[in-house]
């Protein structure tokens, strides 16, 4: 793109959204529900993303998911449907509301099989991931990272001894939040700590030599990395 191009109207998106990615009734009702019982709006992750990440998956033949942040649990569907029957989601969240709210959606879409939602704060949800593995779990083929964002730095320096090669680590809100409450990225008089963070965690993944890395700039931006140790 040339300084004079612009990007894709929003009919070509409208086109790709509704073709590849249209919205079913189970992610709509869910999305209801979820405003219905006063959980924040626009939290969920949209279809085209739920697309991607099903498409990472059926790439690097994914079995086993960790994700940080269940919210209404529209993620952890869209990853449990992709997965084999013998695949697993592990699903952190803090809010027990959140959590219970999502058990039942979860139910609901027919993949509690394949869904362990766990409540616990995600640092301690790590230690816990960690010692999982050191006593012979099989490593992750996805990490998602869609909660705090001040900690999205520590995610990606623990992503490594938990992550399988080939292996991919996602993370949301990398160029944008409603929670940031007006302010940008890139607006050098930004006072907020978790855009501080996110700035930190995008240079770091960009310079890391263990990662193969970019940003995809859908939704409100979805870091994508496949884990290539050296």
């Known amino acids: 793109m040339n300084e004079n191009e612009t990007p894709f109207p929003m009919e070509l998106t409208e086109y ?3 073709l ?3 919205r079913e009734d189970t992610f709509r009702l869910i999305t209801e529900a979820a405003h219905a019982a006063g959980m924040p709006y626009g939290w969920e992750i949209s279809p085209d993303v739920g697309k991607l990440f099903q498409m990472f998956c059926a790439m690097i033949g994914a079995k086993r998911v960790v994700e940080f942040g269940t919210f209404a649990g529209h ?11 013998d695949g697993k989601v592990i699903s952190i969240e ?3 509301e959140y959590a219970a709210f999502a058990r039942r959606q979860i139910e609901t879409a027919g993949v509690a099989d394949k869904v362990e939602v766990r409540l616990r ?3 301690d949800a790590m230690i816990d991931i960690k010692e999982e593995i050191d006593a012979g779990a099989d490593r992750f083929d996805v990490i998602f990272l869609d909660t705090e964002k001040a900690y999205y730095p520590r995610f990606l320096e623990w992503a490594p001894s938990v992550l399988r090669p080939g292996g991919m680590l996602l993370a949301d809100n990398v ?3 409603p929670s940031w409450k007006g302010q940008t990225l890139l607006d050098q ?15 770091r993944l ?20 496949v884990y290539r140790p050296r």
Not at 75 to 85: E, N, T, W
């Open 94 to 96: 803090i809010n027990p």
């Open 175 to 177: 160029l944008r939040s």
């Open 206 to 225: 960009a310079a890391h030599p263990d990662f193969v890395s970019t940003i995809v700039p859908i939704r409100a931006g979805v870091a994508a990395a």
């Open 20 to 22: 590849f990615s249209p």
């Open 189 to 203: 008089e930004s006072t907020d700590p978790k855009i501080f963070a996110i700035r930190e965690f995008n240079e």
């Open 75 to 85: 993620s952890a569907i869209y990853f449990a449907r992709a997965l084999p029957a």
């Open 121 to 123: 704060p995600a640092l």
């Open 16 to 18: 790709v959204t509704n």
